[in-house]
């Protein structure tokens, strides 16, 4: 009895040396945080960082600061620049770059304008000191940002331009550092100028030629290993970040181009993208910040004075020059206050670059413990006050949004109904992928996948055998938070089965196959299609999805003359645009100056992101002159209409077979509004 309690007692030895009784402590943090953030209206971030303050060497000594605390550590903070950059609209950025690059230079100017004169005369620290102290200010670490994705508005232009930003300033802070220890060490010289920019170069070449051209044929030849695709990000993201350290700058970098670098082979709705959010914010994010917490030493204030008012001048320099950053980007790009809150909310918080720069510049004796306590100090409260700027600002631009007036009314999106019915299981995942990318993720419907059993003595046999083989298909969709429901139902007719099952579920899109090509004609050609258009209203989608969604490189649509006039022209259009958001590709509209400056008008009325250009098209007769147009990587999106509606013409008569000889190895999409 003895010998167990005295390994009972070691066991709790502080700090605590058991690793699986250290992990369990940290998984309880992370757990208990949100029940407390209920009753205590306190960001979540706050909690985790506080509880490593409390946790840490520094607080109880529970938890020490060892190599697997470090290693979780750097996981975390290297999955939120990666999650940032992939969930970066590549669409908005690409349209506002020269915004990102703006306001890169501003919030890393401004700041160390601020700072160094107060550094160097008010402080009294060198000139290398005092430069290097400065840029440090400079810095921020998106340490917010899962806030900013939660409430759902990451992909706002404000947020766009300060995550690109981020990268800017931050990598410009860590030049510096390298020059600054260069020049102390004496080796600041010609061949360091001539190995960085051949590194960088290099490392460049790397992410952005070579990565996407493996992960494309990674994630073509594995389509079916779903595990597999994880690791495989996973992976990259860790070789970019080591990649960025042997280029010279931090491995943050790093994470974040990688996250660039994948950004259009993950949609974000789709399955991939899910897992790799769901790990981060469950586990490896919130570690990130409790060992950010487990850093500040609170015994700081009992040495003296000197340590309160560097920690307190470092704290108040920093955050007034990313509020004037904030406040000289509202006034040059014309944002709303809410707008302002949240770039200040972003931008204001300390942690990786900032930790970084100062560690290492303490290590080699150019700033001194004043300046490292201070920091640490600064690093908890800007974390703070960003956390709750941030959540505040954020709810508010989601109501702002939400009471925002969109016309036109029939554009508006509502509680969808969407059909998919199965004729057979080749093709089904391409379909069940386009789906859910064009899902409203607000509808509180599930995806139904419908397949149709002839009426025969067999049908109830079948029935069961039809359910049991679509529900094996569903996981993809319940891996991206896609509810679905499974329909088997009997019928004579496959087209009669859809048309009754579209009513029933009072489906708003029907999603129909491409006709097959059966002997020198297309045996039933359109039979299916023309009675679903006949017996319904409902929007219609006809697709050929000859090869992955993230393999196309634009949207090519085009839209007969009238096409405004339609019914179902707002959907269709939020619809492609949505495709387009999440494959992060532009879309080129093919239509003549009425229908383009009706989809222009839609577009900014319902503020979307997507990149839209236009070919005016005036030849009415020949609607497919424009096929020499299309490259093999294009997703061709054909508008056309039921015989009898005001945009009908007769070209549009046997689509299929037309579009079949026009556009053989182009993935195809008809609509029918």
Known sequence: MDSFLEHLLHEFTLPLENPVL???????????????????????????????????????NLLAKNSAVDLFSTIGLLYIMFIAGLELDMNEFKANRNKSILFGFFTFVIPLGTAFPVCYYYLGLDFNSSFLTASMLATHTLVTYPVVSKLGVSKNQAVAITVGGTVLADTAALIILAIILAESQGSLNQSFWIQLGVSLVIFSAIMFLV?????????????????????????????????????????IVGAFIAGLALNRLIPHSSALMNRIEFIGNSLFIPFFLISVGMLVDVSVILKGPAALVVAGVLTTVALFGKWLTAWFTQLVFKYSKAERRLIFGLSSSRAAATLAIVLVGYKAKILDENILNGTIILILITCIIASFVTEKAAKQMVIASDEEFKIPNDSIIYDEHILLPIANTLNMDK???????????????????????????????????????????????????????????????????????????????????????????????????????????????ICDLKKPLVNHKRIFVAAPPLTELEKGFGLWINKVSKLAQELSIPIVYSCNEDTEKAIDKHTKLNTQNSNNKFNNFKNKEDFFSFSKQLAPEDLFVLISARKGSVSYINTLDNLPAKLEKHFYNNTKVIIYP
Do not use: C
């Open 22 to 60: 250290a992990f369990t402590l940290v998984l309880l943090i992370i757990l208990l945080s949100p029940i407390l953030l209920k009753r205590l209206n306190i960001p979540g971030i706050i909690i985790l960082i506080l509880s490593g303050v409390l946790i840490g060497p520094y607080g109880l």
């Open 211 to 251: 990565i996407p051209r493996i992960a494309k044929w990674f994630f073509r030849k594995m389509e079916n290993e779903k595990h597999s695709h994880y690791i495989f990000v996973l992976s990259v993201v860790f070789f970019a970040a080591f990649l960025a350290e042997v280029a010279g700058v931090e491995s």
């Open 431 to 541: 379909a069940l992928e386009f789906a859910i990318l064009i899902k409203d993720k607000k509808s509180n419907y599930p995806l139904f996948i419908l397949t149709v059993v002839p009426n025969n003595l067999e049908a109830e046999k079948n029935v069961t055998k039809a359910k049991n083989k679509l529900e094996s298909f569903t996981k993809d969709a319940a891996a991206s938070e896609t509810k679905t429901e499974v329909i088997a139902t009997i019928d004579y007719n496959a087209s009669s089965g859809i048309a009754r099952t579209a009513r029933e579920v009072m489906a708003n899109i029907i999603l129909l196959g491409w006709p097959q090509r059966k002997g020198f004609i297309h045996k039933l050609i359109g039979e299916k299609m023309e009675h679903v258009l006949t017996y319904t209203d409902k929007m219609l989608f």
